[in-house]
């Protein structure tokens, strides 16, 4: 069984540019969560798709989008780079939003470094 | 406004010993519980999760307790190898109104067995 994997693994943009983060959900599951971890903190919710539709969002600004694939890949999305937003970006798929079957498996991640 | 923490950033014990990483909570609509352990450059890795209608859940060398009046919970390592050297995080699943299973993490712990 393959877990949950994320392309590219490290990545260094200028501000003002965009990215996109990629991520294939474990087999069998259907639902895929985004977080964003900055040095020293904990994982932050950003936003999780089911279906291939959004099911809620963090407190991120609408600059972070999303998108999730028929085959329950995802993509993260983030306009206008800050400085800020040098992070950690992590994927996490569940089999589904069924109590449960909810527990989230995480990738190994994007070290995303803005410029 | 952190819902979930960890007031210990890091502890040390002795190879063999218990460890207990403590998590205090703040939402009494909380119902599900996670730890995750995470090493450098990996994302986190699920160990065990406990429901709100247990105060107990065992799996191997790990233990987690559960006290709801309280709002705290707490993962026990026994005995604690050099290999379970890394940060541990606490979250919980905030579902919601629409049942999405975001998870809110703790700042995290760093746990270091010494050999």
């Known amino acids: 069984e393959t877990g949950v994997t994320q392309s590219p693994t490290h990545l260094i943009k200028t501000r003002g540019q965009q990215v996109t983060l990629r991520c294939s959900s474990q087999?069998?599951?259907?639902?895929v969560s985004w977080y964003q971890q900055a040095l020293g903190q904990g994982p932050q919710f950003i936003f999780q798709?089911?279906?291939?539709?959004?099911?809620g969002r963090g407190n991120f600004p609408p600059r972070f989008s999303g998108l999730q694939f028929p085959n329950y890949s995802s993509e993260l999305n983030v306009n206008a780079l800050e400085l800020d937003d040098s992070a950690l970006y992590l994927c996490a798929s569940s089999i589904s939003l069924d109590r449960a079957k909810e527990t989230q498996y995480f990738g190994p991640g994007t070290r995303l470094l803005v410029l | 406004d952190q819902q979930v923490k960890q007031n210990s950033p890091s502890l040390s014990v002795q190879e063999g010993r218990i460890s207990i990483l403590n998590c205090d909570y703040t939402n009494s609509m909380f119902d599900y519980f996670l730890w995750y352990k995470k090493y450098p450059a990996e994302g986190p890795t699920f160990l065990i999760s406990i429901s709100s209608i247990k105060d107990k859940n065992e799996d191997g060398r790990f233990t987690v307790f559960l006290n709801k009046s309280a709002k705290h919970l707490s993962l026990h390592i026994v005995p604690s190898q050099p290999g379970d050297s890394a940060v541990y995080f606490c979250a919980a699943i905030d579902r919601g109104a629409s049942n999405t299973g975001k998870l809110i993490f703790g700042q995290g712990t760093t746990l270091q067995v010494k050999p």
């Open positions: 087999s069998g599951h259907n639902t």
């Open positions: 798709y089911y279906r291939e539709e959004e099911n």
